[in-house]
């Protein structure tokens, strides 16, 4: 298997297969701002990108996630809060799934700054707005009907990061990338972290990976590059 592997190695795009500054400054506009107002369906798609960017956890464990008060604590003030999973959740890889522990931006004024992309603030206005036709625990469920208040599918929360990157573009103008998978914000916000100088170890803890290797090998993406060039051609 070895000699195998050297003869016919793993492909897999070194690149980001789409910009997260992009998506990230159209999570702050509208139709996804200004959140209280907004339809709740862009507020169910900004908030799960935002939980999967933030926890780069896999599409499975965020579907699993409860507003249960076991599983869900909010600190006073909204200054942190720490989500778990259902706890008959059994996760792809047993023992690995690792709550989600999210703490608050700071305010901007006119909240176009790094208050607009809070995953603190954007749960909490969800779980707010969703409260009166909850049907169950489970944190994301469908606004439309005739599904409206029952849980979503694994592949419909998919959609919905999907959705969200796409719609991120549009807002501004532009031509969404061809190709786009839920799967993708794994390996782009781990590599942003390793980037910003979090620890490997850290990484691999909030990702649920077993191993170094896993993230090396199969997620981590050269994000450098763009933020090189932008740093010479703007200064």
């Given at each position: 298997?070895?000699?195998?592997?050297?003869?016919?190695?793993v492909?897999?795009?070194?690149?980001?297969?789409?910009?997260?500054?992009?998506?990230?400054?159209?999570?702050?506009?509208?139709?996804?701002?200004?959140?209280?107002?907004?339809?709740?369906?862009h507020?169910?798609?900004?908030?799960?990108?935002?939980?999967?960017?933030?926890?780069?956890k896999?599409?499975?464990?965020?579907?699993?996630?409860?507003?249960?008060?076991?599983?869900?604590?909010?600190?006073?003030?909204?200054?942190?809060?720490?989500?778990?999973?259902?706890?008959?959740?059994?996760?792809?890889?047993?023992?690995?799934?690792?709550?989600?522990?999210?703490?608050?931006f700071?305010?901007?004024?006119?909240?176009?700054?790094?208050?607009?992309?809070?995953?603190?603030?954007?749960?909490?206005?969800?779980?707010?707005?969703?409260?009166?036709?909850?049907?169950?625990?489970?944190?994301?469920?469908?606004?439309?009907?005739?599904?409206?208040?029952?849980?979503?599918?694994?592949?419909?929360?998919?959609?919905?990061?999907?959705?969200?990157?796409?719609?991120?573009?549009?807002c501004?103008g532009?031509?969404?990338?061809?190709?786009?998978?839920?799967?993708?914000?794994?390996?782009?916000?781990?590599?942003?972290?390793?980037?910003?100088?979090?620890?490997?170890?850290?990484?691999?803890?909030?990702?649920?990976?077993?191993?170094?290797?896993?993230?090396?090998?199969?997620?981590?993406?050269?994000?450098?590059?763009?933020?090189?060039?932008?740093?010479?051609?703007?200064?």
């Amino acid at each position: 298997m070895k000699g195998a592997r050297r003869l016919l190695p793993v492909s897999r795009p070194l690149v980001p297969p789409w910009d997260l500054a992009v998506v990230l400054e159209g999570l702050k506009g509208p139709p996804f701002e200004p959140l209280v107002g907004a339809d709740l369906k862009h507020v169910s798609l900004k908030t799960v990108l935002l939980l999967a960017l933030a926890s780069a956890k896999r599409v499975s464990d965020i579907h699993a996630l409860s507003v249960h008060p076991s599983c869900a604590q909010l600190f006073p003030g909204d200054v942190r809060m720490i989500l778990r999973p259902n706890p008959a959740f059994v996760p792809k890889v047993v023992g690995s799934c690792s709550p989600i522990d999210l703490v608050a931006f700071a305010a901007s004024p006119g909240g176009r700054g790094s208050h607009a992309l809070c995953p603190v603030r954007a749960v909490r206005t969800y779980m707010d707005r969703t409260g009166g036709f909850r049907r169950s625990d489970q944190l994301f469920f469908s606004w439309a009907n005739p599904h409206k208040g029952k849980p979503v599918t694994k592949q419909r929360l998919s959609h919905w990061v999907v959705e969200a990157i796409a719609l991120a573009y549009t807002c501004q103008g532009l031509q969404p990338p061809v190709g786009l998978r839920a799967h993708s914000t794994r390996g782009l916000a781990a590599s942003w972290a390793l980037f910003r100088g979090v620890s490997v170890q850290d990484i691999c803890a909030a990702a649920s990976w077993s191993s170094p290797l896993t993230f090396v090998r199969f997620y981590m993406l050269d994000v450098s590059a763009p933020c090189v060039a932008r740093a010479v051609l703007m200064s």
